[in-house]
């Protein structure tokens, strides 16, 4: 059993910046890919960037250049850095995580992000 606690959504006005964070505890025996997601009302959940333990990278076309994503393997903790948001950027955004190897998947609650125009 993994636990993911997101935290960092809000409303921001478009051009402004967020920073989200996901924590991960509890049996964690390793962490392999780490990544945020997004839906948005009316949309089918899509992925917004990932990070494996190695350190590669998979960031959305819509996203390129203005989202990073980092984590620190210390903490067990995945960020999502949002710069230059804009009101299409506004989403639920949720947590993965895949642990262990097999890597079984785990989500947190979501963190909604809202930009205004």
């Known amino acids: 059993q993994v636990q993911l606690v997101e935290s960092g959504g809000g409303l921001v006005q478009a051009g402004g910046s967020l920073r989200l964070s996901c924590a991960a505890s509890g049996s964690i025996f390793s962490i392999n890919t780490m990544g945020w997601y997004r839906q948005a009302p009316g949309k089918q959940r899509e992925l917004v960037a990932s990070i494996t333990n190695n350190g590669y990278r998979n960031v959305a076309d819509s996203v390129k250049g203005r989202f990073t994503i980092s984590r620190d393997n210390a903490k067990n903790t995945v960020y999502l850095q949002m710069n230059s948001l804009k009101p299409e950027d506004t989403a639920v955004y949720y947590c993965?995580?895949?642990?262990?190897?097999?890597?079984?998947?785990?989500w947190g609650k979501g963190t909604l992000v809202t930009v205004s125009s």
């Open positions: 993965k995580v895949g642990n262990g190897f097999p890597p079984m998947d785990y």
